[in-house]
């Protein structure tokens, strides 16, 4: 029998290489930044047409390249940064496997221009799928050009799986921003189709993270700094009460090296431990320096996770470091019972008068009008009335600290409700009497049985409905806000927020200015109350964050049913009679009343013989 096994043509093994170097847009992205960086460029450009899948360009002006090395520069394992493996243990460049670029030119057309300072004319060398189409000199300044097009040109299957341009395009901010925040001395742009996403001037990192995420940041972040044998921090951590709905802002650098640790960001995550509200997730900016030798960062292809030999000691110093920081820019409690309850406060409470719960009842309002006249529409009490919607939901907020008067009234006015259904019964008035269960369910009779409704499902089931219809056939009104709302996103989230600006302003919300790191609001849903929209806004990015919408479609139906989540009444909410009876005409007008959008159940009977049983 013959032989069988030979060796793989070089464009084929560079293609199989790719594989696991080149993903999508934004890892050529990060492989060319790196290059540039390697190159000791002081000034990086980046282009990209329709999210890089047509046209990627990065011009440096770092060392450039000789004829031969321009040449060599696309073989696979061909580096200029080791030379025995030695090495790998004193790296100091961010490459070093010599395969990023025969990687990216067996999948695209690949067009190099590179000079060094010493030479008089550059050199032009042009590649697709890893065939050298042409290599000839030309002018040009000293430094590196390259265009990467078309990529996966030859593999439609892996062209096919790239989503959306939106979707893409925010990976490769997610890259840029994790090289550029590595290195402030470096000034880098990223100009998209034609629109300038970052214009970024060398400068420190507290300057650089400010640029990136916006005007604000810079009163957020605390310093930190230590300095031990083995580690040196530096950096900043978001103050506590800035804390965000998402993972998004938390960075570790290691040795300029943007890496993923769940370690360590647990390390940090304890140093804030009591200082954060549930589900919130604090901000950092850390830089590490270890000993190069201390790290293996060979581990991984696409080189985020990194392995440190002596992890435990980084945690410790890590955590104590961040402690020590936020103890001493006065953010953190000295002493625990000396604690500051402000800190508590979600932040957009901060500066908010307390505010006395009360319940007050659309007084004016029949709940039997409507039936009367055979339509049962539903016209939520908060539509009509948001100030008493909005007092009930703010006001309940701190229930668990401290019982007021007032609170106190309220549950005994719940009482008197549940009296109301006993005595409704009784008069066999029963079919539209409610009471509430442990905060957290309705109750309603039914005319064989009972019924009950998990009021937070009902109302999310109800306002998702609502807000699809609002979408997608007639806008909702807004409420004109007095004063205009500027909030501050970073330039990602402002990318997210105008691909779904017009769904959102069909739902009320009026912007009246969006600029790169910030939005202005004049108008809100009327069932919204101002305070709740920021935590509304930051939910809703976060959930398109996490769940990455391919088409239209899916995107409205995400954006109901984040936003109703968000404005729907809670568990723990007490609601009056009207309230409670409002959510279950409400609901029971729905389209499909029987599940949350999440396609969780709503609601439960219990029929009369099963109750019988339960007493034989
Ligand atoms: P690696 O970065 O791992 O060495 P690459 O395939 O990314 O491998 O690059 C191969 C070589 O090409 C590098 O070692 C470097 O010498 C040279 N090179 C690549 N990009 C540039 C650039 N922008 N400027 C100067 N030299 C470059
Ligand atoms: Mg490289």
């Given at each position: 029998m013959?032989?069988?096994?030979?060796?793989?043509?070089?464009?084929?093994?560079?293609?199989?290489?790719?594989?696991?170097?080149?993903?999508?847009?934004?890892?050529?992205?990060?492989e060319?930044?790196?290059?540039?960086?390697?190159?000791?460029?002081?000034?990086?450009?980046v282009?990209?047409?329709?999210?890089?899948?047509?046209?990627?360009?990065?011009?440096?002006?770092?060392?450039?390249?000789?004829?031969?090395?321009?040449?060599?520069?696309f073989?696979?394992?061909?580096?200029?940064?080791?030379t025995?493996?030695?090495?790998?243990?004193?790296?100091?460049t961010?490459?070093?496997?010599?395969?990023?670029?025969?990687?990216?030119?067996?999948?695209?057309?690949?067009?190099?221009r590179?000079?060094?300072?010493?030479?008089?004319?550059?050199?032009?060398i042009?590649?697709?799928?890893?065939?050298?189409?042409?290599?000839?000199?030309?002018?040009?300044?000293?430094?590196?050009?390259i265009?990467?097009?078309?990529?996966?040109?030859?593999i439609?299957?892996?062209?096919?799986?790239?989503?959306?341009?939106?979707?893409?395009?925010?990976?490769?901010?997610?890259?840029?921003?994790r090289?550029?925040?590595?290195?402030?001395?470096i000034?880098?742009?990223?100009?998209?189709?034609?629109?300038?996403?970052?214009?970024?001037?060398?400068?420190?990192?507290?300057?650089?993270?400010?640029?990136?995420?916006?005007?604000?940041?810079?009163?957020?972040?605390?310093?930190?700094?230590?300095?031990?044998?083995?580690?040196?921090?530096?950096?900043?951590?978001?103050?506590?009460?800035?804390?965000?709905?998402?993972?998004g802002?938390?960075?570790?650098?290691?040795?300029?090296?943007?890496?993923?640790?769940?370690?360590?960001?647990?390390?940090?995550?304890?140093?804030?431990?009591?200082?954060?509200?549930?589900n919130?997730?604090p901000?950092?900016f850390?830089?590490?320096?270890?000993d190069?030798?201390?790290?293996?960062?060979?581990?991984?292809?696409?080189?985020?996770?990194?392995?440190?030999?002596?992890?435990?000691?980084?945690?410790?110093?890590?955590?104590?470091?961040?402690?020590?920081?936020?103890?001493?820019?006065?953010?953190?409690?000295?002493l625990?019972?000396?604690?500051d309850?402000?800190?508590?406060?979600?932040y957009d409470?901060?500066?908010?008068?307390?505010?006395?719960?009360?319940?007050?009842?659309?007084?004016?309002?029949?709940p039997?009008?409507?039936?009367?006249?055979?339509?049962?529409?539903?016209?939520?009490?908060?539509?009509?009335?948001?100030?008493?919607?909005?007092?009930?939901?703010t006001?309940?907020?701190?229930?668990?600290?401290?019982?007021?008067?007032?609170?106190?009234?309220?549950?005994?006015?719940?009482?008197?409700v549940?009296?109301?259904?006993?005595?409704?019964?009784?008069g066999?008035?029963?079919?539209?009497?409610?009471?509430?269960?442990?905060?957290?369910f309705?109750?309603?009779?039914?005319?064989n049985?009972?019924?009950?409704?998990?009021?937070?499902?009902?109302?999310?089931?109800?306002?998702?409905?609502?807000?699809?219809?609002?979408?997608?056939?007639?806008?909702?009104?807004?409420?004109?806000?007095?004063?205009?709302?500027?909030?501050?996103?970073?330039q990602?989230?402002?990318?997210?927020?105008?691909?779904?600006?017009?769904?959102?302003e069909?739902?009320?919300?009026?912007?009246?200015?969006?600029?790169?790191d910030?939005?202005?609001?004049?108008?809100?849903p009327?069932?919204?109350?101002?305070?709740?929209?920021?935590?509304?806004?930051?939910?809703?990015?976060?959930?398109?964050?996490n769940?990455?919408?391919?088409?239209?479609?899916?995107?409205?139906?995400?954006?109901?049913?984040?936003?109703a989540?968000?404005?729907?009444?809670?568990?723990?909410?007490?609601?009056?009679?009207?309230?409670?009876?409002?959510?279950?005409?409400?609901?029971?007008?729905?389209?499909?009343?029987?599940?949350?959008?999440?396609?969780?159940?709503?609601?439960?009977?219990l029929?009369?013989?099963?109750l019988?049983?339960?007493f034989?």
């Amino acid at each position: 029998m013959n032989d069988v096994i030979h060796l793989l043509p070089d464009h084929v093994a560079n293609q199989i290489a790719a594989g696991e170097v080149v993903q999508r847009p934004a890892s050529v992205i990060k492989e060319l930044l790196e290059n540039a960086i390697d190159a000791r460029a002081k000034n990086i450009q980046v282009f990209i047409k329709e999210a890089g899948k047509i046209l990627i360009k990065i011009v440096d002006d770092g060392v450039g390249m000789s004829v031969t090395d321009a040449r060599l520069s696309f073989e696979r394992h061909a580096t200029s940064k080791i030379t025995s493996a030695e090495d790998l243990f004193r790296l100091n460049t961010k490459g070093f496997r010599g395969e990023a670029l025969a990687s990216i030119a067996a999948i695209a057309h690949v067009e190099l221009r590179t000079k060094r300072e010493t030479d008089e004319i550059g050199t032009c060398i042009k590649i697709e799928g890893s065939h050298v189409v042409s290599q000839e000199p030309c002018s040009m300044t000293t430094g590196t050009s390259i265009s990467v097009k078309n990529l996966f040109y030859n593999i439609p299957a892996r062209r096919n799986f790239l989503k959306s341009d939106t979707v893409e395009t925010r990976h490769i901010i997610d890259e840029f921003q994790r090289v550029a925040l590595a290195h402030p001395n470096i000034a880098f742009s990223l100009v998209h189709n034609v629109g300038e996403l970052f214009q970024l001037p060398a400068s420190n990192y507290r300057q650089r993270i400010t640029n990136i995420l916006g005007g604000k940041t810079n009163e957020k972040l605390v310093p930190v700094n230590e300095e031990t044998e083995i580690l040196t921090i530096s950096g900043f951590v978001g103050k506590p009460q800035f804390a965000k709905r998402t993972r998004g802002e938390q960075f570790f650098f290691v040795n300029d090296r943007f890496i993923k640790s769940p370690y360590l960001n647990h390390a940090v995550t304890q140093a804030f431990e009591g200082l954060l509200k549930d589900n919130a997730y604090p901000s950092y900016f850390l830089y590490l320096k270890v000993d190069p030798k201390s790290i293996d960062i060979n581990i991984h292809p696409t080189k985020t996770e990194i392995k440190f030999d002596d992890e435990h000691a980084l945690y410790a110093i890590m955590r104590s470091a961040i402690k020590h920081s936020l103890g001493q820019f006065n953010v953190s409690p000295v002493l625990d019972f000396d604690r500051d309850p402000t800190l508590d406060t979600p932040y957009d409470y901060q500066n908010k008068q307390a505010s006395t719960p009360k319940v007050e009842v659309d007084r004016n309002f029949n709940p039997f009008r409507s039936d009367a006249r055979g339509e049962r529409s539903f016209q939520p009490p908060f539509k009509k009335d948001p100030g008493s919607w909005d007092s009930l939901y703010t006001g309940l907020q701190g229930e668990d600290t401290e019982v007021s008067a007032d609170v106190r009234q309220i549950e005994f006015e719940s009482e008197e409700v549940t009296g109301n259904l006993f005595g409704a019964s009784k008069g066999g008035e029963a079919q539209n009497s409610t009471f509430q269960l442990n905060k957290k369910f309705i109750i309603s009779t039914l005319k064989n049985g009972m019924l009950v409704i998990d009021q937070h499902r009902a109302h999310t089931r109800i306002l998702y409905e609502e807000l699809l219809k609002s979408i997608t056939v007639s806008a909702a009104v807004s409420q004109q806000l007095l004063f205009p709302l500027s909030i501050q996103f970073s330039q990602n989230e402002i990318a997210q927020l105008k691909g779904i600006k017009d769904a959102l302003e069909q739902t009320g919300f009026i912007f009246a200015e969006i600029s790169s790191d910030s939005v202005e609001i004049t108008g809100i849903p009327t069932s919204v109350s101002e305070s709740e929209v920021v935590m509304l806004l930051e939910q809703l990015l976060a959930d398109f964050e996490n769940e990455v919408p391919g088409n239209n479609f899916s995107q409205t139906d995400l954006l109901a049913k984040s936003l109703a989540k968000s404005m729907a009444v809670k568990s723990g909410n007490l609601l009056n009679s009207t309230e409670q009876q409002h959510i279950v005409n409400g609901l029971f007008a729905c389209k499909e009343p029987t599940l949350t959008p999440s396609n969780k159940p709503v609601f439960i009977t219990l029929p009369i013989e099963e109750l019988e049983k339960k007493f034989m």
